[in-house]
């Protein structure tokens, strides 16, 4: 059983510009999550995809938009990056059945 | 915005002792989960309770849920310098799962060999 893959692990960008980060489920889980994690704080939910659809958000701006794909990897975007969205950007995969979520090693994004 | 609180925000004991931390939310829930997080990497899921249920054990661990307190508490039994990391307790709202998990801040717990 593979766990859940993040892509890249590491990323500097420059304020104002665009990132994609990437995610592969873990084997037969199809709902995927994505969270955001500021330094010396607790993970908060930015949204949740199930068959290709989002399903839930949390309390981000439209600049962070995600997709699923067929395969249920996912993506998460986000758009005119602020200095704020400094962090680890974690992902989770789920099965629709089950509430227990498996966790990607996550993203550090630094925004300079 | 965070669901509550961990208590305390960190722990240092010896190894071999016995670590207990405290959780507490604000809304209904449908059950309640705790996950350990090394080095800011990612997280772990430990143990889930339900929201029917007052106890659970795993192991070294053992988790209580007090829904008329909206608290929570993980103990680990007889510590070891592994357990060294930083654990969250995250709540799935009644609503269902579309609305992700809940985390507390976390406590950084450190155990000294």
């Known amino acids: 059983e593979t766990g859940v893959t993040q892509s890249p692990t590491h990323l500097i960008k420059t304020r104002g510009q665009q990132v994609t980060l990437r995610c592969s489920s873990q084997s037969g889980h199809n709902t995927v999550s994505w969270y955001q994690q500021a330094l010396g704080q607790g993970p908060q939910f930015i949204f949740q995809y199930y068959r290709e659809e989002e399903n839930g958000r949390g309390n981000f701006p439209p600049r962070f938009s995600g997709l699923q794909f067929p395969n249920y990897s996912s993506e998460l975007n986000v758009n005119a990056l602020e200095l704020d969205d400094s962090a680890l950007y974690l992902c989770?995969?789920?099965?629709?059945?089950?509430?227990?979520?498996?966790f990607g090693s996550g993203t550090r994004l630094t925004v300079v | 915005s965070q669901q509550g609180e961990e208590d305390p925000q960190a722990l240092s004991i010896q190894e071999g002792e016995n670590a207990t931390m405290n959780c507490s939310y604000k809304t209904s829930i449908n059950n309640l989960q705790w996950y350990r997080q090394n080095s800011g990497r990612g997280l772990v899921h430990l143990i889930l309770?339900?929201?029917?249920?007052r106890e659970k054990h795993s192991g070294r661990l053992r988790v209580t849920l007090d829904t008329s307190k909206k608290s929570s508490s993980l103990l680990i039994t007889a510590s070891r310098a592994a357990d060294t990391a930083s654990y969250f307790c995250a709540t799935a709202s009644k609503g269902g799962g579309a609305d992700g998990l809940t985390f507390g801040k976390g406590t950084h717990l450190i155990i000294q060999p």
């Open positions: 309770i339900r929201s029917n249920e």
């Open positions: 989770a995969s789920s099965s629709a059945e089950v509430t227990r979520y498996t």
